[in-house]
């Protein structure tokens, strides 16, 4: 008696194990949406690099006015999410107005010539990691190559945005050019030279395709 009510209890257990095994996850799925963006009116992409010596709190702006990328964005768990980016270097137009238009195409020429576009047509940065820090706040690390070289870059960002079809992006990374072996030359006999930080800084709009 007591054998077959112990055989009983097993078969119950096995059912149960089985049932479990075969009803269908019933928590909530994680859903990870994919947004794409590229330049747009609204939108900018571009680096500042600041000037030292005679021309000390001065800058070079330049805008690319090409570059791609993709957002998996997990709003559940932000951390889940990945981005990458790719921007063509060679799309780099010198915004400079307090130059003479003979030395703003000497910038532009020069600054091609340093970020090595000829060889290197790409800059290409891919997330590792995404750090939530408060509301829309996120901190972005990851590699940035810039001349086949990567690095590790951490990008503040803020996301904004109500509909869920278009996310607005706002952000800014501090990039080195001794971490890319990047020298700008030198002008005036050495008493114009170029700071060792520049800076990314961009706007974009964040869209599902």
């Known amino acids: 008696m007591h054998g077959?009510?112990?055989l009983a209890k097993r078969a119950k257990m096995r059912w149960a194990v089985w049932a479990l095994l075969l009803v269908p996850d019933l928590a909530p799925a994680q859903e990870t949406t994919v947004y794409e963006f590229g330049p747009s009116s609204q939108g900018r992409f571009a680096l500042e690099v600041f000037k030292s010596g005679l021309w000390d709190g001065k800058k070079h702006l330049f805008l690319f006015a090409s570059y791609r990328g993709t957002l998996r964005y997990?709003?559940?768990?932000?951390?889940?999410?990945?981005?990458?980016?790719?921007?063509?270097?060679?799309?780099?137009?010198?915004?400079?107005t307090w130059v003479s238009p003979s030395d703003l195409q000497k910038v532009q020429a020069k600054a091609l010539e340093m970020m090595g576009a000829a060889k290197h047509p790409q800059l290409l940065f891919t997330s590792q990691r995404i750090v939530p820090l408060g509301g829309d706040r996120f901190q972005v690390q990851g590699l940035l190559n810039?001349?086949?070289?990567?690095?590790?870059?951490?990008?503040?960002?803020?996301?904004?945005?109500?509909?869920?079809?278009?996310?607005t992006a706002k952000g800014s990374a501090q990039v080195r050019l001794q971490d890319y072996g990047l020298k700008p030359p030198g002008a005036a006999l050495g008493l114009i030279g170029t700071k060792n930080e520049m800076n990314l800084e961009f706007v974009l709009l964040v869209r599902r395709p």
């Open 4 to 6: 077959g009510l112990l």
């Open 74 to 96: 997990d709003r559940a768990v932000p951390e889940n999410s990945r981005v990458e980016l790719t921007v063509e270097t060679a799309s780099a137009a010198c915004q400079d």
């Open 146 to 167: 810039i001349k086949g070289i990567p690095k590790p870059v951490s990008v503040d960002v803020r996301l904004s945005g109500q509909d869920s079809e278009v996310l």
